[in-house]
């Protein structure tokens, strides 16, 4: 099982949800086997980000099966990210999808491009209050390898 983690900020936010899981279902032939709700955050931003930036956040965890290897997937979800308008490249800048592999497969996966489990779970906790409802089996094992 892979948990894919989607937020947007801009734009008609939950069709953009919609519209990312779309794609990646058509994209990287996965199948979608569990789905969060989806939940309101407010932005992390940095102290000096501009006023702009702090916008509300719409996010959800999506539990998927994908033939695709963490690179590949990866790769695919940025040419995602991209077409449905993701243009700046500023860590905290608002964001019409953000879409971040957390969970592949139990591996533990350290590239440059991506790390798995994704190193911020743990320091969200509406992603873990998410993971928790989609497969709580696994919050576990993130923990356990962050300690």
């Not at 937020?7 to 969060?36: D, P």
Request: charged letters at 20%; proline letters at 8%; a negative charge.
């Amino acid at each position: 099982m892979i948990l894919i983690g989607l937020g947007t900020n801009l734009g008609e936010r939950e069709n953009n949800l919609i519209t990312a899981k779309k794609r990646l279902v058509e994209r990287t032939a996965s199948t979608i086997i569990r789905e969060s709700t989806i939940e309101e955050t407010r932005a992390i931003v940095p102290e000096m980000a501009p006023a702009s930036w702090d916008t509300p956040f719409l996010n959800q965890i999506i539990a998927i099966l994908c033939p695709a290897p963490p690179l590949v997937l990866l790769h695919h979800i940025k040419y995602i990210e991209q077409i449905m308008g993701r243009n700046s490249s500023e860590k905290w800048a608002p964001r019409i999808i953000d879409l971040d592999i957390l969970w592949f497969h139990g591996v533990h996966y350290s590239h440059p491009e991506l790390t798995i489990p994704h190193p911020e779970i743990k320091n969200r906790p509406f992603i873990t209050d998410a993971i928790e409802s989609v497969c709580p089996e696994i919050l576990d094992k993130i923990y356990a390898h962050h300690l």
